[in-house]
């Protein structure tokens, strides 16, 4: 199976690879094997650094991953470690870990040096599907989450489903997820295709697997050229986000996968479009629904109230925090068609009750 090639027309343009043996394009990339330094995820390197051939003897911090890796603490220690390697302005930060190792690890060769340049191996299904591509890089602050970042577009992103097996069920689920809604906002090709893929979907079918990595690649690839900043049409991508984000707030942060909880939240907005007369047909409203069940994913809150505690209160109290809209007036993405979405839209809180009740 031949490893795919996406470009990402930024500037500078860079190539995301995708599929069996991803990683061994790493050195195809004009790397300086004395100017590189490895950010890994000290779990997903002890299962799986070996792919990354040729560079066991670079110097390597290893990290736990999760969303404890994106501290301001952490962000001074891996700086101090690029220093105390001697890293050069022409080095290469090489990241070995999912979302939080990527945005830590990028957001660092940022700011080395005034910048430096990073590639990306991406270890977790979400971090192949979404957080990889793209160049937003953030560290949480106290007072919430990803709100010291820089755009830095990486100089490569090396995506290789074999990594994925060992993927815990729940960020598996995650991936999904965020997949679900790329496929959404990717267009009506892109939905059709995950349609044909779902069924199929497991982590031991590599190219299936695969051509699911590079769809949502290539959509996020198409966006983030449009829209480096997420001044506009980038802001696409927050499709079910801001109900996602109440959710995981009410639930408390880490309770509910990210992704997870940006399934119910395509299904909320959908729900939403149709109620606005935004929704031009409402069979996708089905379609995406037998979708989540083919992934095993939720598709309503009904599907989550089981094991967690999300009232009504504690949700809009979770909406209210959207950084997006001005304070206390949440925006969302709702839809018209699956590829044509309606940005920064407001809700009446009748509509949000009834929603969330
Ligand atoms: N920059 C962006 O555009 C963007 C987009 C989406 C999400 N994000 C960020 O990504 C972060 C979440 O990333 P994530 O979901 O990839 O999770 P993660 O990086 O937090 O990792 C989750 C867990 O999976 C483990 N893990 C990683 N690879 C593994 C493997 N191959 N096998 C077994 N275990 C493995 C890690 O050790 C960790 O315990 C969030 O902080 C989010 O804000 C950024
Ligand atoms: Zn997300």
Same mark, same amino acid.
């Given at each position: 199976m031949s490893v795919r090639r996406i470009e990402v027309q930024t500037n500078p343009a860079y190539n995301v690879y995708v599929g069996p043996s991803a990683l061994e394009k790493? $050195?195809?990339?004009?790397?300086?094997?004395?100017?590189? @330094? &490895?950010?890994?995820?000290?779990?997903?390197?002890?299962? $799986?650094?070996?792919?990354? &051939?040729?560079?066991? +003897?670079?110097?390597?911090?290893?990290? =736990?991953?999760?969303?404890?890796?994106?501290?301001?603490?952490?962000?001074? #220690?891996?700086?101090?470690? /690029? =220093?105390? #390697?001697?890293?050069?302005? +022409? #080095? =290469?930060? !090489?990241? @070995?870990?999912?979302? %939080? !190792? %990527?945005?830590?690890?990028?957001?660092? +060769?940022?700011?080395?040096?005034?910048?430096?340049?990073?590639? $990306?191996?991406?270890? =977790?299904?979400l971090a192949q599907v979404d957080a990889a591509v793209g160049g937003k890089t953030a560290i949480n602050l106290k007072l919430g989450k990803n709100l010291a970042g820089t755009v830095h577009q990486p100089r490569g992103v090396f995506a290789d489903p074999a990594v994925l097996q060992s993927l815990p069920v729940e960020e598996w689920a995650s991936g999904l997820g965020e997949a679900l809604k790329t496929a959404l906002v990717g267009g009506e090709a892109s939905l059709k295709s995950l349609e044909m893929l779902s069924p199929e979907l497991t982590r031991q079918q590599p190219e299936t697997l695969s051509a699911l990595v590079a769809d949502c690649v290539q959509t996020k690839a198409r966006i983030v050229a449009e829209d480096p900043s997420e001044q506009g049409p980038r802001r696409a991508l927050n499709l079910g986000h801001t109900f996602a984000h109440a959710i995981e707030h009410c639930a408390g942060y880490g309770a509910i996968p990210h992704g997870v909880a940006v399934a119910v939240g395509v299904s909320l907005a959908l729900e939403a479009s149709a109620a606005m007369g935004i929704l031009e047909n409402g069979g996708l409203i089905e379609r995406v629904n037998k979708l989540q069940k083919t992934l095993g994913l939720p598709s %309503?809150?009904?599907?989550?109230?089981?094991? $967690?505690?999300?009232?009504?209160?504690? /949700? /809009?109290?979770? /909406?209210?925090?959207?950084?997006?809209?001005?304070?206390?007036?949440?925006?969302f993405v709702l839809v018209r068609k699956p590829g044509d979405l309606a940005l920064g839209v407001g809700m009446e809180g009748s509509l949000l009750q009834s929603l969330l009740g």
């Amino acid at each position: 199976m031949s490893v795919r090639r996406i470009e990402v027309q930024t500037n500078p343009a860079y190539n995301v690879y995708v599929g069996p043996s991803a990683l061994e394009k790493v $050195h195809e990339c004009g790397l300086q094997k004395d100017c590189v @330094f &490895v950010l890994a995820d000290e779990k997903a390197w002890s299962l $799986h650094g070996k792919a990354l &051939v040729g560079l066991e +003897a670079a110097p390597r911090l290893e990290i =736990t991953g999760g969303e404890d890796a994106k501290t301001l603490a952490q962000l001074g #220690s891996v700086l101090d470690a /690029l =220093t105390a #390697s001697g890293l050069s302005r +022409a #080095s =290469t930060v !090489i990241t @070995f870990g999912g979302g %939080s !190792i %990527s945005d830590l690890g990028g957001l660092a +060769a940022s700011l080395y040096k005034r910048g430096i340049d990073v590639m $990306h191996c991406p270890t =977790t299904l979400l971090a192949q599907v979404d957080a990889a591509v793209g160049g937003k890089t953030a560290i949480n602050l106290k007072l919430g989450k990803n709100l010291a970042g820089t755009v830095h577009q990486p100089r490569g992103v090396f995506a290789d489903p074999a990594v994925l097996q060992s993927l815990p069920v729940e960020e598996w689920a995650s991936g999904l997820g965020e997949a679900l809604k790329t496929a959404l906002v990717g267009g009506e090709a892109s939905l059709k295709s995950l349609e044909m893929l779902s069924p199929e979907l497991t982590r031991q079918q590599p190219e299936t697997l695969s051509a699911l990595v590079a769809d949502c690649v290539q959509t996020k690839a198409r966006i983030v050229a449009e829209d480096p900043s997420e001044q506009g049409p980038r802001r696409a991508l927050n499709l079910g986000h801001t109900f996602a984000h109440a959710i995981e707030h009410c639930a408390g942060y880490g309770a509910i996968p990210h992704g997870v909880a940006v399934a119910v939240g395509v299904s909320l907005a959908l729900e939403a479009s149709a109620a606005m007369g935004i929704l031009e047909n409402g069979g996708l409203i089905e379609r995406v629904n037998k979708l989540q069940k083919t992934l095993g994913l939720p598709s %309503s809150l009904a599907d989550l109230r089981g094991r $967690h505690d999300l009232e009504p209160e504690g /949700l /809009l109290a979770g /909406l209210a925090q959207d950084k997006k809209g001005a304070v206390n007036k949440p925006e969302f993405v709702l839809v018209r068609k699956p590829g044509d979405l309606a940005l920064g839209v407001g809700m009446e809180g009748s509509l949000l009750q009834s929603l969330l009740g």
